[in-house]
């Protein structure tokens, strides 16, 4: 990958270590990408802002690099493991650790968003131009619906984006891998949120390739459906961008019996003590729709809603709020149902959600066994 | 048996270690214990076994862009694989996450087939000149 003179000398180490680190980090993806030349990126956003995923080392890490390193992009950053506002019965080594991971992103310059939906909260740059988002939800959103460019990058090349306000030009960033060379071709009728969440997680698997299609049978589903399979995808694959062109190459098909081997491995209990929603977080659509099922009623079991603090803000103006926590939800900002402390195996045998994504972390991360149903079922099934 | 496969260095340095090797993919954050190393995935291949000093052949990682953390945390508790070599592609959380752990990591040639290993071999790796060795021990 050619450098250009001023990126060589940040590579020598000659505008500080976490410059040089940053331009290491560059490099190694550029070549893993086979890139020639970094460009410019917008807008970065970072992951791994959860105490809950980087751990004691993640902590150390950041709390030293941040000593020099400061963001020369807009930096937002994702979800951490709690609401700030609102108690909790966390441990106080956890709040410190999670404390400290808040206050080096601060120090080198994140906007504090905690959200792992940026697109839905901030003006988005046009169409074509680079970002770089780590977040697998929040890079397929960005490449497949609202057309930006940023490969599925990691929390660390990201973060190296942030440093350096540059990015390998290669993969998801050029036109010709945007271009799907994979079709996955659905056979089945999908209904639910949750059926797409399914097909995301089975293409994700089914898949190498970095953006695979889904034919026009995507083109007009809501924003639930679309956050949904975006999540799906993110979390079992390499893929970063899905699109509803067509492609005459290789198809995969997604039937009845490529579902239920999905649901097989992620449904791991008929019934939860505990409903979670949000993951991705919820925003404006999906409050304003479950709002709609759920005037009059009362969940049956503790209901815990997670979005992100601007929609939660815009609900409680708008009544949505009031009505939610009205029938015993508990809404909570700041964090996400996959990997947050709050769903832990001590507390909770169960987790009743319809996310996938929150399905594939809570039983292998959290070791929490899941019930998958559709939203419309969880308000059947779980209010009076 | 020795065999010798070409790569594409990613990340320099050398490395040497026992083979681990997996067709399936891996998810550093929600299938590898960061302490031990210890692959947690029942429905892994690699399930039980650990990373800890082997040399790690699989194709490529999937999931969440933390598991770059996950790598780095696997080396600070000094329970990560010596080297990797992605057989298939390297993706941006391997190459990010070996960055900045100091994990030499080779992507393998398009044109080379990992032979039938036997178990236990040794691999080792050389970033500068591109190869992995594996010997039978």
């Known amino acids: 990958m050619h450098l250009t003179r001023e990126e060589e000398d940040g590579l020598d180490g000659k505008n500080g270590n976490p410059i040089s680190s940053a331009y290491k980090i560059l490099l190694s993806i550029g070549k893993a990408t086979n890139a020639e030349r970094l460009i410019p990126v917008e807008w970065v956003h970072l992951s791994g802002v959860n105490y809950n995923t980087i751990g004691d080392a993640g902590v150390e890490f950041l709390t030293k690099y941040s000593e020099e390193a400061r963001f020369v992009v807009p930096t937002t950053i994702n979800p951490m493991g709690y609401d700030s506002n609102k108690q909790n019965n966390l441990s106080s080594n956890f709040q410190k650790q999670q404390g400290r991971i808040a206050k080096a992103y601060g120090k080198m310059g994140s906007i504090p968003s905690f959200s792992c939906i940026p697109y839905e909260l901030f003006e988005l740059p046009e169409r074509g131009h680079n970002v770089s988002f780590a977040e697998s939800n929040a890079a397929v959103m960005v490449n497949s619906v609202f057309g930006l460019r940023t490969n599925k990058e990691s929390s660390l090349s990201a973060l190296a984006s942030a440093i350096t306000g540059k990015a390998p030009y290669s993969d998801l960033r050029i036109d010709s891998t945007r271009n799907p060379k994979i079709r996955i071709k659905i056979d089945k009728e999908l209904k639910t949120e949750l059926d797409y969440g399914l097909l995301g997680y089975f293409s994700g698997k089914s898949v190498k390739e970095s953006c695979v299609s889904f034919g026009s049978s995507i083109s007009n589903i809501d924003m639930y459906k679309t956050k949904s399979l975006a999540a799906g995808l993110g979390t079992s694959g390499a893929c970063g961008m899905f699109s509803n062109k067509d492609t005459h190459d290789e198809t995969i098909s997604f039937g009845k019996e490529e579902q239920k081997s999905t649901v097989d491995e992620l449904n791991t209990t008929d019934s939860g003590d505990v409903i979670a929603l949000g993951s991705p977080q919820l925003g404006m659509y999906e409050m304003e729709q479950l709002s709609k099922m759920i005037v009059g009623k009362k969940f049956s079991k503790k209901c815990m809603i997670f979005c992100a603090r601007p929609v939660y803000e815009k609900s409680c103006k708008s009544g949505i709020a009031k009505i939610l926590e009205k029938a015993g939800a508990n809404i909570i900002c700041d964090a996400c149902t996959c990997l947050s402390p709050l769903l832990s195996r001590e507390e909770y045998d169960g987790v009743i959600t319809n996310s996938v994504k929150a399905a594939h972390y809570l039983n292998k991360s959290n070791g929490v066994s899941v019930c998958l149903k559709d939203l419309k079922s969880i308000i059947r099934d779980h209010t009076k | ?137």
Request: a positive charge.
């Open chain 2, 1 to 137: 048996m020795e065999y010798s496969l070409r790569g594409k260095t990613i990340v320099g340095g050398r490395a040497k270690g026992m083979i681990l090797l997996t067709t399936q993919p891996i998810n550093f954050l929600s299938s590898v214990d960061k302490m031990t190393g210890r692959i947690t995935d029942k429905n892994h291949e690699l399930f039980g076994k650990f990373l800890k000093d082997s040399i790690l052949i699989f194709p490529y990682s999937v999931g969440s862009s933390v598991g770059a953390y996950s790598i780095f945390a696997l080396k600070s508790n000094n329970a990560s694989p010596s080297g990797i070599i992605c057989s298939l592609k390297t993706d941006i959380t391997t190459a990010s996450g070996c960055a900045i752990a100091n994990i030499p990591l080779l992507e393998l040639c398009k044109d080379q087939v990992i032979p039938e290993i036997e178990t236990p071999s040794e691999g080792i790796i050389d970033g500068s000149s591109g190869f992995l060795q594996i010997k039978k021990v």
